[in-house]
């Protein structure tokens, strides 16, 4: 039975109980007096707090202990007691049974409804998926059901409707708001051969796009399945919490056994009385807050994060960010634009670029792309070549025109001749932050291209956000150590370790780790290892497949300020689950001795039934801590502060 109707059920039948209480010293009775109480107690104990006795003897029999045996014990020993005494004529307290039962659901009906509230950032997401879309079929658009879009379908798009799927427009141009997946609230202008988001909104142009990605495939769909999985994850620290609760079940049974004897037996107070502190310390330390405040702020907190386009896939993440010394970056793509241009060529233009463009002409490196781009505009026709070969790190060497040539990095060269003037050309374009390519043939080289990849115009701003927050910054990039230095320079990354080969950034994270923990920030497919490395990955969200998979944070936007952004939710999110828990702790420690009776020389008592409402508003008031991360301002370069 759900626990909103146990819960009426509880209070329906507990109302009349609550009647006598109050009208009592007016001279009304409850008809029937105690053996209505007893039914009505009975109905309470069978219907409504049966599930904490199942759930309680289930863990006795694995001889471990849970939050629901200390609600089992008050209130079944508040009940048969009650029976014991009806029979012998003496004072009953059904009416605590049946309060307990009742405050106790009513702090589960709190948390299930805030729970459902905090977690209302997953289906706000699964609500903005399009319904249908204009597919076209034999040059005629026809309008279908979501789920008929395949892979390859060319779709239509009007001005303000919602695009149905990812894909890459193939006609037309228009702004989108994709504020909904990316939280950039600037709708940002498309054209023929960009991305598009499902479920985005189109602005006032017409487009056409070819479907990429349809279905569970989608950027929507992938970001609702990690938003989900990180509500459902446990960070480590909830483990401290269970164990903590194994222990303290068993104490608090001590307790209440000590509380009894010690009034009975040693003070000499009445069994009934002695029963009453005793239920009260057993419900009053129902450690339920304890239990609520690690899941109830993780879900929270991934939930807003998502909003603001940053995906932390789960709470293990939220702890580890809470100790990050250092943050290492990636270059290319990264720090960079990633879409390098040709800014110099040195020597004979045609010839140098019809060797570099004929051997690259296959690749699919970022610099090869730039020169082959140069190529084209420049007219340049290119050549075939036999024996190609691939030199990792360094280069390609194939034959052309019957003569070996090259292109590559100056760790080719040590087997060709180079003037002096060209190296020296070489060496003040690095200076400049520039890559540079030696193309040569037979056994010289015959003229350099210098390639840029510009900073993103944010970098510099996200670096200094870190660096604000006390956090240390390297680069790490198989770029040479000039050129990578010269970027550093111009964005303030702290220190560069340059010339690594893909298959060792790896090895120099965990070199770093030696000194402390390390988030990793980059988006390519040799990114991966040192995602997974790192103690934490964080993915730019135009990264490839494997890169966004293999990140803890996915950063949807591909804003690098957003590095900073997600460290501060993080931490806020983890600062929030240690404040939950200190609260949780501290009811408990404070409620004990006054449910205890330690007080009740100057009148401070709790009985049983104010024990269960307290307990109820305290496991409320550990939500509401949760729920009001909502709240909390989240900006760059924030303090770690609430």
């Known amino acids: 039975m759900a626990i909103t ?322 943050v290492v970056f990636d270059k290319t793509g990264t720090i960079t634009k990633g879409t390098p241009e040709v800014t110099d060529i040195v020597g004979d233009q045609k010839r140098v670029l019809t060797l570099a463009a004929s051997l690259e002409a296959d690749s699919e490196h970022p610099l090869a792309a730039a020169i082959l781009t140069k190529a084209q505009t420049a007219g340049v026709a290119v050549k075939p070549v036999t024996s190609f070969q691939a030199v990792e790190g360094q280069g390609v060497k194939a034959v052309i025109d019957g003569q070996t040539a090259f292109v590559g990095n100056d760790k080719l060269l040590a087997d060709f001749s180079v003037t002096p003037d060209l190296r020296k050309r070489a060496a003040k374009l690095q200076l400049a932050a520039k890559t540079v390519v030696f193309i040569g043939i037979g056994s010289r080289v015959v003229g350099l291209i210098a390639i840029q990849d510009a900073p993103k115009s944010t970098s510099k701003e996200a670096i200094t956000a870190l660096k604000t927050r006390g956090l240390k910054t390297v680069m790490l990039t198989g770029d040479n150590q000039q050129v990578a230095q010269a970027i550093a320079e111009r964005v303030g990354i702290d220190s560069v370790i340059a010339d690594v080969l893909p298959a060792d950034k790896a090895t120099h994270v965990r070199e770093l780790q030696k000194t402390g923990k390390v988030a990793f920030v980059g988006d390519g497919i040799n990114d991966a290892p040192a995602l997974t490395t790192a103690d934490v990955g964080i993915a730019m969200g135009s990264g490839t497949d494997i890169a966004i998979e293999s990140g803890g944070i996915v950063l949807v936007k591909n804003d690098l300020r957003d590095v900073d952004r997600a460290l501060a939710i993080s931490r806020k999110t983890f600062n929030r689950i240690k404040l939950n828990l200190f609260w949780a702790f501290i009811y408990n420690v404070l409620g004990i001795p006054v449910a205890a009776g330690v007080f009740y020389g100057i009148g401070l008592t709790l009985s049983p039934e104010l024990a269960g409402l307290a307990m109820a508003f305290s496991s409320l008031s550990v939500v509401t801590s949760s729920v009001l991360l909502n709240r909390v301002k989240i900006t760059r370069s924030a303090t770690n502060t609430f």
């Not at 109050?22 to 008809?31: K, Q, S, Y």
């Not at 049966?50 to 863990?59: E, H």
Request: glycine letters at 8%; proline letters at 4%; charged letters at 15%.
């Open 5 to 326: 109707s146990r819960f009426w059920i509880s209070l329906i039948l507990s109302l009349p109980m609550l009647a006598e209480m109050i009208l009592h010293p007016l001279g009304w009775m409850l008809p029937g007096g105690e053996w209505t109480m007893f039914v009505l107690t009975t109905i309470i104990m069978v219907v409504s707090a049966g599930p904490f006795w199942q759930s309680a003897w289930a863990s006795f029999k694995k001889h471990h202990s849970n939050m629901d045996t200390l609600v089992a014990i008050g209130t079944a020993t508040a009940y048969f007691y009650s029976v014991y005494a009806m029979i012998t004529h003496q004072a009953v307290f059904f009416e605590s049974a049946a309060f307990v039962t009742t405050f106790v659901l009513l702090g589960q009906v709190f948390e299930e409804r805030m729970r459902n509230n905090a977690s209302n950032a997953v289906e706000k997401l699964v609500n903005l998926q399009a319904k249908k879309a204009t597919v076209m079929r034999n040059g005629e658009p026809v309008s279908v059901p979501l789920s008929e879009v395949a892979v390859g379908d060319v779709i239509r798009v009007k001005p303000g409707e919602k695009i149905a799927v990812d894909g890459v427009i193939t006609k037309g141009n228009s702004a989108i708001d994709e504020s909904m997946v990316t939280g950039e609230s600037m709708p940002v202008e498309k054209r023929v051969g960009d991305h598009v988001i499902g479920s985005t909104v189109n602005g006032n142009g017409a487009l056409m796009f070819k479907a990429e990605k349809v279905g569970k495939d989608t950027m929507l769909s992938q970001i609702v399945t990690l938003v989900k999985k990180a509500q459902n994850s446990h960070a480590p620290i909830q483990k401290l919490t269970d164990r903590v609760s194994n222990i303290f079940v068993p104490i608090v049974l001590i307790v209440a056994i000590l509380t009894f004897l010690v009034w009975y037996v040693l003070i000499g107070t009445s069994m009934a009385s002695a029963l009453i502190f005793a239920v009260s310390v057993v419900v009053i330390a129902c450690p339920c807050a304890l239990g609520l405040a690690t899941p109830t702020a993780l879900m929270v907190g991934t939930g807003r994060s998502a909003k603001m386009g940053i995906l932390i896939k789960n709470g293990e993440v939220l702890e580890a960010v809470n100790d990050i010394t250092t």
